[in-house]
């Protein structure tokens, strides 16, 4: 909604895998572990500007890091 590309670092996915391998409850653990993850991203990303891309990395998924936000090259008015 807010013209963001989201982006899973490959690392950062094994790691999700991981976390619901742990649970073992399949594709519920999933998505509850990217809502966890994405949850403070969602309030926090409509406040920022110029905003391209935002990129999950381990340290995000397993030290609640904060995610890399990759910033555009284009002018607001």
Request: hydrophobic letters at 40%; proline letters at 4%; charged letters at 35%.
């Given at each position: 909604?807010?013209?963001?590309?989201?982006?899973?670092?490959?690392?950062a996915?094994?790691?999700?895998?991981?976390?619901?391998?742990?649970?073992?409850?399949g594709?519920?653990?999933?998505?509850?572990?990217?809502?966890?993850?994405?949850?403070?991203?969602?309030?926090?990303?409509?406040?920022?500007?110029?905003i391209d891309?935002?990129?999950?990395?381990?340290?995000?998924?397993?030290?609640?890091?904060?995610?890399?936000?990759?910033?555009?090259?284009?002018?607001t008015?």
């Amino acid at each position: 909604m807010e013209g963001v590309e989201l982006e899973f670092d490959p690392m950062a996915l094994d790691e999700i895998v991981n976390k619901a391998i742990e649970r073992k409850t399949g594709a519920r653990a999933l998505r509850s572990i990217v809502e966890g993850i994405l949850l403070d991203i969602m309030y926090e990303l409509p406040t920022m500007q110029n905003i391209d891309k935002c990129l999950i990395t381990r340290d995000v998924v397993c030290e609640g890091e904060k995610p890399v936000y990759i910033e555009s090259d284009r002018k607001t008015a």
